[in-house]
């Protein structure tokens, strides 16, 4: 069955470098794209970016700058590095994936993890 | 980048009403090749990650009830909720996956009296 799941640091610096790692099952990275998504403490959701089934990406034009998104078929792992964080980007980081090449919703999501900004 | 209105923020009715939930994009979602509405509905319950519940605007995604149902066309959408229940309490998002940057909806907080 599809299944995903996050896993980082929980807690870090101020200015220092985020990363995450989405590991998969149930589906094939050369098959469907896998897309990062946050969302702060109380607050909606925020398309982070995607790595996309051929492996192109696209970034949320507020943290370009910030982010790199790769991954690594053979483990089936999706890797997020954001650096520069500040608290504002304190959120639940959900990995999730599209169905379907053609109509990019979300229909299986990660359990998400708690990425904490502080000193 | 494409902005999604979402209104209510909260609401609170008791079991058995009807809920409609709004959804206004900033620029029509109906792509004119395929002939579809690209937008979607989640469902979030506390502590849990989104749930899919609605995608191309009125399919409902397997398993999820039929007292769920999307409407709309172009630039707006509205997901009712018939028949109530308890176990609905949660926040609600809609999303548009008509162009990149994906954008949701500010979400709309669901109460059970």
């Known amino acids: 069955q599809v299944q995903l799941k996050e896993s980082g640091p929980g807690l870090v610096q101020p200015s220092q470098t985020l990363s995450l790692t989405c590991t998969v099952s149930?589906?094939?990275?050369?098959?469907?794209?896998v897309h990062w998504v946050r969302q702060p403490p109380g607050k909606g959701l925020e398309w982070v970016g995607a790595?996309?089934?051929?492996?192109?990406?696209d970034y949320n034009s507020a943290l370009k700058s910030r982010l790199s998104i790769s991954r690594d078929t053979s483990k089936s792992q999706v890797f997020l590095k954001m650096n520069s964080l500040q608290t504002e980007d304190t959120a639940i980081y959900f990995c999730?994936?599209?169905?379907?090449?053609?109509?990019?919703?979300?229909?299986?999501w990660g359990p998400g993890t708690m990425v904490t900004v502080s000193s | 980048d494409i902005v999604m209105t979402q209104s209510p923020s909260s609401l609170a009715v008791s079991a058995g009403e009807t809920v409609t939930i709004n959804c206004k994009s900033s620029?029509?979602?109906?792509?004119?090749?395929?002939?579809?509405?690209?937008l979607a509905w989640y469902q979030q319950k506390p502590g849990q990650s989104p749930k899919l519940l609605i995608y191309?605007?009125?399919t409902r995604e397997s398993g999820v009830p039929d007292r769920f149902i999307g409407s709309g066309s172009g630039t707006d959408f509205t997901l009712t909720i018939s028949s109530v229940q308890a176990e609905d309490l949660a926040n609600y998002y809609c999303?548009?996956?008509?162009?990149?940057?994906?954008?949701f909806g500010s979400g709309t907080k669901l109460e059970i009296k």
């Open positions: 999730t994936r599209v169905g379907l090449a053609t109509y990019w919703y979300f229909d299986f």
């Open positions: 149930g589906f094939s990275l050369t098959s469907n794209s």
């Open positions: 790595i996309w089934s051929g492996g192109s990406t």
């Open positions: 620029q029509s979602l109906f792509g004119s090749v395929r002939q579809k509405n690209y």
């Open positions: 191309l605007a009125s």
């Open positions: 999303q548009q996956y008509y162009d990149t940057p994906l954008t």
